[in-house]
């Protein structure tokens, strides 16, 4: 497999934010979202085994009673290497719950049924509009989060129809509404969380705004 890296830090995001995790972040993807922060994980990568993998993961997972148990593989994207499925059950079989972040436009059917999928639903500006594969909604289920990121008024509509019109919140465990967080550098712009809040309690969704945690420390 081609891994772009494999690290500790705290999860950032979804259901489980705040949590210690290990990141296994593979090399590759097909889209190019405007507002895309892991650019860098596009090409290059180094090979690695399935069991290479789960070795490193161990190591930081560090020992016994302190271990931490939880991964998540991410991207890139991830579906586009054959292996994940095997890897995501190898990490299984040593015990973690075993998260995989997905852009949606693969089929998360191939995988195994415990791991907890997070599928994003691209929305217009991102720049990858239309991209997100409809047999997902039949392949997600109680456990899994459905996660738009949203960067417009425009977005946040679409976001809101598209969970309506497929009943997410009653398929999945959490839909999560997230706001483009700016580029440090300029080249793309921000949604103020504050808006996007307003936004949701204006409509009374019931729906999670998502932080990325990660980005604040
Ligand atoms: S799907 Fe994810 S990794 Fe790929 S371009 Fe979009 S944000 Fe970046």
Redesign the pocket.
Same mark, same amino acid.
């Given at each position: 497999m081609f891994i772009t890296e494999i690290f500790k830090s705290i999860q950032g995001e979804g259901t489980r934010a705040g949590l210690p995790c290990i990141f296994v972040r593979l090399t590759g !993807?097909n889209?190019? !979202?405007t507002w !895309?922060d892991?650019a860098y994980?596009f090409h290059g990568g180094t090979k690695y085994s399935v069991d290479e993998i789960a070795e490193e993961t161990d190591r930081l997972a560090g020992p016994g009673g302190h271990r931490v148990t939880l991964v998540e593989i991410t991207?890139? =994207?991830p579906l586009l290497q054959p292996e994940t499925p095997a890897l995501a059950q190898r990490l299984l079989a040593a015990g973690y719950t075993v998260l995989i972040e997905t852009?949606g436009e693969r089929f998360v059917g191939s995988l195994p049924a415990e791991v907890v999928k997070i599928v994003d639903v691209k929305c217009p500006d991102s720049g =990858?509009p239309d991209t997100f594969e409809m047999a997902n909604l039949k392949a997600i289920g109680p456990q899994d989060e459905v996660k738009f990121v949203i960067s417009t008024r425009r977005d946040y509509e679409f976001a809101r129809e598209f969970a309506r019109a497929h009943r997410l919140t009653e398929r999945v465990h959490e839909v999560l509404f997230s706001p483009v967080f700016a580029d440090p550098a300029g080249a793309w712009p921000g949604l103020e969380a504050r808006q996007l809040a307003e936004w949701i309690l204006a409509d009374g969704l019931p729906v999670r705004l998502g932080l990325q945690l990660h980005k604040v420390i």
């Open positions: !993807c889209l190019r !979202c !895309c892991t994980a991207g890139g =994207e852009s =990858e």
